[in-house]
């Protein structure tokens, strides 16, 4: 049977003929395969009729239904083929989706998270402090009866990711310390959506804790005069007292303390300057040196005379040690020394200045406004209390401290004391008063109170 040279099975008109050797007449059908429009090699079949068959007419007949039994069979067989071939493509596809399956398991919310910190490590597009303070954060996701640190990355929903958070904030865990590891999450799943891994992020529908800001537990002026008479008293200040001073005299931060260099610091009798340039900081490695926070805290500092006596004690010490150990203490050697470190070389990590402090807060009985032992940070918030209970400028103040914005300054400080408060009563007090300093009354109303 003649056909189209398509793909699949064509089959020729057939043709009989009677065989004398077997005294019967034979069916002859050939057939070739097309595959991509190209016609494979001929095949010829044969059947031989019955005995009966007597005449050509006959074995017509019978040729017709061999090449339909034949046509028939090649159906069948194709039929055949093609469930062969969707069964076994649905059996691939189960595989996989039970490899997908499994792979998803296997990717944890903990694991997906490590690896994504790793990725910001290696990339070094955050600091590394930032990259310690996210394998923190990441800690708190196994913690409790609702870590999502276990469950695979795919499968969490908005419902436990809200419990999680919960069940932190009802441990009693601050808000800072439950919006940091929230936070992370969010971003995380944040970035498993932009780059196509997931199809939503869970932490849409989830409220975080809402940030409470302690009041600073800075010192007040009689705890600051003690601290400073301990400052002065010290003819050879050790590391943590001069950065002890540098934040209660200048407000430095503690990276900062452990960043300044000799060459950033000009001394005169009157007090000097000192510049901000780098800070330390510490990651899973140790401390390093980094940029200043922000770009605002690249700054030049007055140094006061409390200040100026403690630094140059600090730099006598440095440059008698350094002689009696026969190794120079020229300007040039000790311009490349950090003031806060140790005279060999070398910076002091701010994690064991922080240590330090709180030993020696401990021995000169310190309490902050708050009723805690002050941390080393607290130094910081003291010279700003301090600096704008006194009248100080805000914004000299927030230059200072290298604050990013003067409102950054106010919302943190402002309201710190209770002598602030009572002087700001006073000042507008003074400011409305009349004649003879008494308050100025508002008219009345013809027949009715004052308005």
């Given at each position: 049977m003649a056909g189209t040279e398509s793909d699949g099975r064509h089959w020729s008109?057939?043709?009989v003929r009677y065989r004398e050797d077997r005294g019967r007449w034979c069916c002859y059908v050939k057939w070739h395969d097309v595959r991509d429009g190209k016609a494979g090699?001929?095949?010829q079949v044969a059947r031989m009729c019955k005995e009966t068959v007597t005449t050509e007419t006959g074995a017509g007949r019978v040729l017709a239904d061999f090449k339909q039994e034949l046509a028939d069979e090649y159906d069948r067989q194709r039929a055949r083929a093609r469930a062969d071939a969707e069964r076994r493509a649905e059996r691939a596809r189960q595989d996989a989706e039970r490899a997908r399956q499994a792979a998803e398991d296997?990717?944890?919310v903990?694991?997906?998270?490590?690896e994504y910190v790793d990725t910001l490590?290696?990339?070094?597009?955050?600091?590394?402090?930032?990259?310690?303070?996210?394998?923190?954060a990441a800690r708190y996701m196994l913690h409790g009866e609702n870590a999502i640190g276990l469950v695979p990355l795919a499968r969490l929903d908005s419902d436990l990711a809200q419990r999680w958070v919960n069940e932190l904030t009802a441990e009693g865990l601050s808000s800072s310390t439950v919006g940091k590891a929230y936070r992370l999450a969010n971003q995380v799943y944040k970035h498993a959506v932009a780059i196509g891994k997931l199809d939503r992020n869970p932490f849409d529908a989830v409220r975080p804790p809402k940030r409470k800001n302690a009041d600073p537990n800075a010192l007040d002026a009689p705890q600051a005069a003690r601290l400073t008479d301990a400052l002065l008293a010290a003819t050879d200040p050790s590391p943590v007292m001069v950065a002890a001073a540098l934040a209660l005299f200048a407000g430095l931060r503690e990276g900062e303390c452990c960043g300044l260099q000799w060459d950033d610091v000009m001394l005169t009798p009157d007090g000097g300057a000192m510049r901000v340039r780098r800070a330390i900081g510490n990651g899973d490695a140790g401390a390093y040196a980094k940029e200043p926070k922000t770009p605002q805290s690249r700054r030049t500092i007055p140094v006061s005379p409390q200040l100026s006596r403690v630094l140059a004690a600090r730099r006598a010490s440095m440059e008698g040690a350094r002689r009696a150990a026969g190794v120079p203490a020229d300007p040039a050697t000790m311009a490349a020394l950090f003031v806060c470190g140790p005279f060999t070389g070398g910076f002091s990590d701010p994690w064991q200045i922080g240590r330090a402090w709180h030993q020696v807060a401990r021995a000169l009985s310190l309490?902050?406004?708050q009723g805690r032992v002050p941390t080393f940070h607290d130094l910081r918030h003291t010279y700003a209390t301090l600096a704008i209970a006194g009248g100080a400028d805000v914004r000299s103040v927030s230059a200072v401290m290298g604050h990013s914005n003067v409102a950054m300054t106010l919302n943190t400080y402002a309201d710190?004391?209770?002598e602030g408060k009572a002087r700001a009563v006073e000042v507008v007090s003074q400011a409305v008063a009349g004649r003879g300093g008494e308050l100025v009354e508002f008219p009345r109303a013809a027949g009715g109170?004052?308005?």
């Open positions: 008109n057939g043709f090699p001929a095949h296997a990717l944890t903990e694991r997906y998270v490590s490590e290696a990339s070094e597009s955050v600091e590394p402090s930032t990259v310690r303070g996210y394998r923190q309490k902050g406004t710190a004391t209770p109170d004052a308005r």
